[in-house]
């Protein structure tokens, strides 16, 4: 714009524009018009609207220039639609290009993650088929053998052997129900819905404190009131049972379970002391996975498993670890 002055030869040639004088009292005056977009009352109205300014772009392809020149100010407005559509052309063949781009890799991704995620799918589908037929499998011959033990005590009396497999009996009773209850979870997922996990938790602890008074595990519980989470209360309660049955297991002589708000989370813990050496203990959330000081060596290893599924639907963390002669699990929803 530097040599488009108001007298310049070139211009009525080379460009499309309009160039207006005002004087110190901001009088217009037309000193060239080379543009057709424009009728000169619209011209004169935009160079008094720009008076004020010095330069920039107005309308999207309108350059404009304010400067002095003796007593005078000159507004000069410069066509470039011109010389920007090439521009406009290719930013728009670019983004046309883009967004081409963008729609395969997103097909691709599609199809790539469809063939790498379908067998886990299917794979996990299976699991909970071979674990509902398993139910079904081990149930009969427990029925049968509960049965044929009864008849050997009514027959022969009760002794040290019968008394050892009804033990059994129920232990595999036990194992079987929660069997069932890890193949239907997904299937059987309930409605989400306002919580009292107050209430679920001094349940959980309150069904299962005569269970810790047997083994001689002292047990406490510091709940907060009123905590609600928007889950499915079935599962909910299924994670309070596990985490107190966990420490069953687990715990030597003391178990504490809270229930907190902290830093706008809900947080869930078990605490109990541990023989167990400091560490990272995350993996007792794997299915199968059994920490070596477990006090009752006939669980399978699913109880976490199955809480870190409920924990992950309710898009929740879980998490385990070993300090200072402590064993923690924290959820946090």
């Not at 996990?197 to 005569?210: D, F, G, W």
């Amino acid at each position: 714009m530097e040599d488009l002055g108001p007298n310049s030869p070139e211009l009525a040639f080379s460009a499309r524009y309009f160039t207006y004088r005002f004087d110190k009292e901001g009088n217009a005056e037309e000193v060239s018009f080379h543009v057709s977009a424009f009728s000169k009352e619209e011209a004169e109205a935009l160079a008094t609207g720009l008076l004020k300014e010095k330069t920039g772009w107005t309308g999207g392809i309108y350059r404009y220039r304010v400067y002095k020149s003796g007593d005078y100010r000159y507004v000069t407005v410069l066509d470039q639609g011109r010389e920007m559509l090439p521009a406009y052309r290719t930013l728009i063949i670019s983004m046309i290009g883009e967004g081409t781009f963008l729609i395969i890799c997103f097909g691709f991704l599609t199809y790539v993650s469809g063939k790498l995620f379908r067998p886990l799918e299917e794979a996990d589908r299976k699991q909970k088929q071979f674990l509902a037929k398993a139910r079904k499998e081990f149930q009969i011959p427990l029925t049968v053998i509960g049965a044929n033990t009864e008849l050997m005590e009514k027959e022969y009396g009760t002794g040290e052997y019968t008394q050892t497999i009804r033990r059994q009996v129920k232990k595999m009773s036990a194992l079987t129900k929660r069997l069932e209850g890890f193949s239907v979870f997904k299937e059987k997922e309930g409605e989400k819905v306002n919580c009292d996990l107050s209430m679920i938790s001094n349940a959980a602890v309150e069904a299962c404190r005569s269970r810790y008074e047997e083994r001689k595990i002292g047990l406490t519980a510091e709940i907060e009131e009123e905590v609600l989470v928007k889950g499915d209360e079935e599962a909910l309660q299924k994670v309070a049972a596990e985490l107190l049955e966990n420490g069953l297991k687990y715990s030597i002589s003391r178990l504490c379970f809270q229930l907190k708000r902290e830093e706008g989370h809900v947080v869930l813990r078990t605490m109990n002391d541990t023989t167990l050496p400091d560490q990272n203990a995350e993996a007792a959330f794997d299915r199968f996975s059994k920490l070596e000081n477990a006090s009752d060596g006939d669980g399978m290893g699913l109880g976490l498993s199955y809480v870190k599924d409920i924990v992950k639907e309710h898009n929740g963390r879980v998490s385990a670890i070993v300090k200072d002669k402590t064993f923690e699990l924290r959820i946090t929803l």
